[in-house]
């Protein structure tokens, strides 16, 4: 899937889901960063204006001018938030009472009105920054109404601390809930690809020549994707139908002359008087021959191939299917003397499977053991039962394997590499293969003890 | 043999039949079903050939209907087709067997003895020379009153030497006759076969002569 450079569905899916996660977080932390920060301040100015508020209570006017008594409970309020340091002043028009006299008073001046609560500003002092709250009072002094500044200032280390902590859980918010959405994503993406790898998995699972519409239920949006697939199925099926016709129809039209040849060239090699003309109408009949044979067998693969798409499940007795067999084969195997002997097909074997496909099978391998027979030996045909299966099992005494690896000789047109003369056209193992296969069977070859060919067949027993 | 041969292609009716009378077999043709039906109520045969596609119908129903009727000529269809289908239809419908096109003529004449054999036909097939009776149905040879059984390959050379006593047949055409053409095989490999089938036929009168760079022949002492 990544050949081409494209990210999976689920990669997308997860890497888009993660992205909108982590803007989320980190807005998340913004915001509660920003809203806590101000919360803090606010909580901070609050208590520096009690304090100032305090401290504004305590100023008294006497005839000898203004006294202020401080309140050193207000500065401990203020002390016990934080370790900052605390500065004040008291000054009436800009003389200082009592206090810090460099403690900067608001820039822009003020109306008394603004000033009869306090109001806060952040300046520097001392190389530090500071909060000020800064409020006005009027008190009697001798007889004159006198405008009293108070101001409170401290310091900013506590409110940074603060903000810090703030920032430190935000933080800790953001990527929890990044986390969170992380798994959630990961979570959501499998679930929403669920039904496609169902549906692959329900394509995949097939069998290699199972050409069945796919009617596995899947949602709307993979419908077109579903209906796409069945119709090229239905395409390849169609296609594989005309194929199966189309030689079905060659190898009769094959045929029909092919016999008439054959007979002519036997006639003439009766009659034939030179050992030249001879030797061509042999090599006239065994060409013949070796036509007919590859016609029938692509023929019975086709049959084969088209078949084991959709099997007959019908109950097939073994037992009769190998006596008919040995029957059919016997006089083609006396020929040369061969005897076939039958083991095992006196009680019924059933199986479940297309009776058709297993007689191709079998038929096969009795040809390949006759036509590989030494002449006057002996071909044994035995049908047995081992555990949840049937065999049959098919041994010559012929050339053998020269050890040619199975797989080799079921493949298409392979064929041993001690064939010699024997016409041939090497689609008979692969038919018989494909039949086991589609019967969820096995087919074997083995050197028979004592010289020759054991092939057996392997299906499950009905 | 009497056959009957039910087949609609003109070029191959011929080649066949003129291939099986050169084995000394009358053979009748029919070129459609209806014609087939003539034949069979007008002559008695031994056995049927059968094509399965032919211009008045198919043969299966011609099967069909002999099998219905009982009447039991054995019918060996002759199909050029070669489906799986087709060879497991006509068995049950009543074949004594089939062949498929392009047929082996030993393999044909194998398989109607095998199918005469099974229906215990014909016995008129006995034959006599010098002191031996020879049954080529059930491949056996009778010398003074012992019956000796025949291989395969023993029985045909004997019915090919029988045909013509006293004629010298090569080794060559005697291969050509006896094993397949899609085996190679060295002319002298008969020789197993004549040194097998001599001693068979001790005792009986008969003896196969060695020619020299000739071949062999049967004669009768």
């Known amino acids: ?462 | 043999m009497r056959f009957l041969m039910i087949e609609d292609s003109d070029e191959l009716a011929h080649s066949v039949a003129e291939r099986l009378r050169l084995d000394g077999h009358a053979v009748d043709r029919a070129c459609s079903l209806s014609e087939a039906e003539d034949c069979l109520s007008a002559a008695p045969y031994d056995l049927i050939l059968l094509d399965l596609s032919l211009p008045d119908g198919d043969g299966r129903s011609f099967l069909t209907r002999q099998r219905r009727a009982r009447r039991d000529v054995p019918i060996i269809v002759m199909t050029a087709r070669a489906a799986v289908s087709d060879r497991v239809d006509v068995l049950d419908l009543g074949a004594d067997d089939y062949l498929t096109k392009p047929f082996d003529f030993a393999e044909l004449e194998a398989r109607c003895r095998a199918v005469l054999r099974r229906r215990g036909g014909a016995s008129e097939t006995v034959q006599r020379f010098a002191g031996f009776i020879f049954n080529p149905l059930t491949a056996q040879l009778v010398v003074a009153g012992e019956a000796r059984e025949l291989r395969n390959r023993e029985l045909r050379l004997l019915e090919i030497l029988l045909a013509a006593p006293d004629r010298i047949f090569s080794k060559s055409q005697l291969c050509d006759r006896l094993f397949s053409y899609a085996e190679s095989v060295s002319d002298n490999a008969i020789e197993v076969y004549v040194a097998r089938l001599r001693k068979k036929l001790e005792g009986s009168g008969a003896h196969i002569d060695t020619v020299r760079g000739m071949g062999y022949r049967l004669t009768a002492t």
């Open chain 1, 1 to 462: 899937m990544r050949d081409n450079g494209a990210l999976s569905l689920r990669e997308r899916l997860m890497l888009q889901l993660l992205v909108l996660a982590a803007v989320l977080a980190v807005a998340l932390f913004v915001a509660v960063r920003t809203v806590a920060g101000s919360a803090a301040e606010e909580t901070l100015d609050g208590v520096l204006g009690a304090a100032t508020i305090a401290v504004a209570d305590e100023l008294r006017g006497g005839e000898e001018g203004v006294s202020v008594d401080l309140p050193h409970e207000a500065f401990s309020i203020l002390g016990s938030i934080s370790e900052d340091r605390i500065f004040y002043r008291i000054a009436v028009d800009g003389a200082t009472i009592t206090g810090y006299d460099d403690l900067p008073l608001p820039e822009a001046a003020r109306s008394p009105a603004e000033l009869s609560t306090p109001i806060f500003y952040t300046t520097q002092y001392r190389d530090t920054e500071v909060r000020v709250a800064v409020m006005q009072r009027v008190v009697l002094a001798g007889r004159l109404s006198t405008a009293v500044t108070v101001l409170v200032a401290q310091t900013r280390a506590g409110q940074a601390e603060i903000a810090a902590r703030v920032a430190n859980q935000a933080a800790g918010i953001g990527l929890g809930v990044f986390a969170l959405a992380a798994v959630l994503s990961i979570l959501t993406a499998g679930s929403v690809l669920r039904p496609i790898n169902r549906l692959a998995e329900a394509v995949g699972r097939r069998g290699p020549s199972d050409l069945r519409s796919v009617d596995h239920p899947s949602p709307a949006e993979l419908r077109p994707l579903v209906d796409a697939l069945n119709g090229f199925i239905a395409r390849l099926r169609a296609g594989l139908m005309r194929t199966e016709t189309f030689i079905a129809e060659a190898a009769h039209h094959i045929r029909t002359p092919l016999a008439t040849v054959r007979a002519r060239a036997e006639t003439a090699l009766r009659k034939a008087e030179t050992e030249e003309a001879r030797e061509t109408l042999r090599a006239v009949i065994r060409a013949v021959e070796e036509s007919a044979r590859s016609a029938s067998q692509l023929l019975d693969h086709a049959t084969v191939v088209y078949r084991s798409d959709r099997p007959e499940r019908e109950s097939v007795d073994l037992a009769r299917l190998v006596a008919g067999l040995a029957q059919n084969f016997q006089p083609v195997a006396g020929l040369k003397d061969v005897e076939i002997h039958t083991e095992g097909v006196t009680a019924p074997v059933e199986v479940v499977g297309d009776r058709l496909l297993i007689e191709a099978a079998l038929r096969n391998m009795l040809d390949n053991a006759v036509k590989y027979s030494s002449p006057d030996s002996e071909i044994a045909l035995v049908l047995s039962r081992k555990g949840d299966e049937a065999c049959v099992e098919v041994a010559d005494r012929g050339r053998g394997l020269s050890g040619g690896a199975q797989p080799d000789l079921t493949r298409r047109f392979a064929r041993g590499a001690n064939v010699g003369d024997v016409v041939g056209s090497g689609l008979g193992l692969t038919i018989v293969e494909e039949v086991a296969a589609a019967h969820g069977g096995r087919f074997e070859l083995a050197e028979r003890k004592g010289g020759g060919t054991c092939a057996l067949f392997w299906v499950p027993l009905g």
